[in-house]
């Protein structure tokens, strides 16, 4: 039984399957040199209790309404799902490539602003039932370099009823802080999704 499985509560189906399905794997369109700074990367992640989930481009089948995910799909984004059983902190590393440009040379705050809210609505939709953000705030600390790898972490913090509290943090392999941002989600009255 995975880890997700033990949320019976969870309502996207598919995304359980693809857990079981997909291996751990780097997706193939990753550039060579961020295929081999992610493999330096990785370890350090597991060794912190996380296990990567999947790769989540070039997907087929049942992954098909994942792979239309506006952050996910991106073809200039490519990211790597981890997640850590123990707390259902999730992780996306990721590389932000050249076209996610706001200021020159440094990534656009909204693409930033997405990134964190998908990972840390991959933490929230793993770990309970189907919610939404309704209210996020981004603190931008310091400009994301483009052509670089950035590690993105969500979490819960506290559910309450049908509202959920969680963070997020964006930040360089060796810790300095890009961004964080803090979540509320709420669980919709009538619970249609169609991702
Ligand atoms: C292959 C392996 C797979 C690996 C695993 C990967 C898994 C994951 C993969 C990929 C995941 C990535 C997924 C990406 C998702 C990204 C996140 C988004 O972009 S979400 C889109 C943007 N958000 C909206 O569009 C919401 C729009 N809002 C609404 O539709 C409604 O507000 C809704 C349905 C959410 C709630 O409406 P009501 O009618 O059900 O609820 P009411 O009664 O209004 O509110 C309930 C409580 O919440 C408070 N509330 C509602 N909105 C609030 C707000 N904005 N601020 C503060 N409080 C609010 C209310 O005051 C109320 O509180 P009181 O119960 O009275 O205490």
């Known amino acids: 039984m995975s880890s997700v499985d033990a949320h019976p509560t969870i309502v996207y189906p598919h ?3 693809a857990l079981d399905e997909e291996k751990a794997q780097l997706p193939s369109s990753f550039p060579r040199e961020y295929s081999e700074e992610f493999q330096h990367i990785l370890p350090k992640l597991l060794q912190r209790g996380f296990h990567i989930l999947t790769k989540l481009n070039n997907q087929k089948g049942n992954l098909s309404n994942i792979s239309k995910n506006f ?3 991106h073809p200039h984004i490519h990211v790597v799902i981890l997640r850590r059983a ?3 902190a999730v992780i996306y590393l990721a590389y932000v490539g050249s076209h996610v440009q706001g200021p020159s ?5 909204g693409a930033t602003a997405a990134l964190l809210d998908d990972c840390v609505s991959s933490a929230v939709l793993l770990s309970g039932p189907f919610a939404m953000t309704v209210q996020m705030n981004v603190q931008y600390r310091k400009p994301v370099p483009l052509n ?3 590690i993105v972490e969500g ?7 049908r509202k959920t509290v969680a963070g997020g943090k964006m930040y360089h392999p060796d810790g300095a802080l890009y961004a964080e941002a803090t979540l509320l989600f709420v669980r919709p009255r009538l619970v249609e999704p169609k991702m």
């Open 86 to 88: 123990l707390d259902g």
């Open 155 to 161: 979490y819960v913090e506290q559910t309450n009823g």
């Open 15 to 17: 995304y359980v399957r």
């Open 148 to 150: 670089s790898v950035v």
């Open 71 to 73: 952050v996910l799909s």
């Open 105 to 109: 040379g440094f990534m656009h705050g």
